[in-house]
């Protein structure tokens, strides 16, 4: 059964920096493109990034470019989200999801983890 | 941006009722790359339907797609108390993916 846990998810100022991380179990992680998406708390769901499964080729919402990093340890089944100079409007429930489609990768995410809350706020 | 509407936001029904939901897509979709979800309260989104028509893994068949042009339909053929959520339509075809958002499927 495919697993993925969240952590990391704290109350952070704005202009702060966090790093979430994803642990993955039950499929073969290094075979999978992985994605983060995001809730605003009673708000609707927005794509985040997207890495592919060798962890060279990244993806992100305009709205990220450039303050998120995406990463990924094979060895280690696990997914990252580097999160620098963050807002308050980067509040939200971050969900680590597996990509459907398996190494060729689309934007269909058949599971996701429990998600982890980014709260930012002075 | 393709942008999604669904409607309506809110849908009142009874147990045993038929649910039909709407998904309607600003311009066209590739190869109808049109998913549906299944959010309840304080849990993450589940997988329905993917590629506007065929069912995820373990969903049951009173679930089902379909797709006319930009225009993408969820019917539920009987709705269960464990239906009762929110369903969000997302396309993943072009290299920009993005939601609808939402409709709530509340007991009347």
């Known amino acids: 059964e495919v697993h993925l846990v969240e952590s990391g998810g704290v109350v952070v100022q704005p202009g702060g920096s966090l790093r979430l991380s994803c642990a993955a179990s039950?499929?073969?992680?290094?075979?999978?493109?992985m994605h983060w998406v995001r809730q605003a708390p009673g708000k609707g769901l927005e794509w985040v990034s997207r890495?592919?499964?060798?962890?060279?080729?990244?993806y992100y919402a305009d709205s990220v470019k450039g303050r998120f990093t995406i990463s990924r340890d094979n060895s280690k089944n696990s997914l990252y989200l580097q999160m620098n100079n963050l807002r308050t409007e980067d509040t939200a429930f971050y969900y680590c999801?597996?990509?459907?489609?398996?190494?060729?990768?689309?934007?269909?995410?058949?599971?996701w983890g429990l998600g982890t809350l980014v709260t930012v706020s002075s | 941006e393709i942008v999604l509407t669904q409607s309506p936001d809110t849908l009142s029904l009874s147990p045993g009722e038929r649910a039909t939901l709407s998904c309607r897509a600003s311009?066209?979709?590739?190869?109808?790359?049109l998913a549906w979800y299944q959010q309840k309260p304080g849990q993450a989104p589940r997988l329905l339907i993917y590629?506007?028509?065929s069912r995820a893994t373990g969903i049951p068949d009173r679930f089902s797609g379909s797709a006319s042009g930009t225009d993408f339909t969820l019917t539920i053929s009987r709705l269960e108390p464990e239906d009762f959520a929110v369903y969000y339509c997302?396309?993943?075809?072009?290299?920009?993916?993005?939601f609808g958002q939402g409709t709530k499927v509340e007991i009347k």
């Open positions: 039950g499929f073969t992680f290094k075979d999978y493109t």
């Open positions: 997302q396309q993943y075809g072009s290299s920009l993916p993005t």
């Open positions: 311009q066209s979709v590739t190869g109808n790359s």
């Open positions: 890495v592919t499964w060798d962890g060279y080729t990244k």
């Open positions: 590629d506007a028509s």
């Open positions: 999801a597996k990509d459907i489609r398996g190494s060729s990768g689309s934007y269909c995410f058949d599971h």
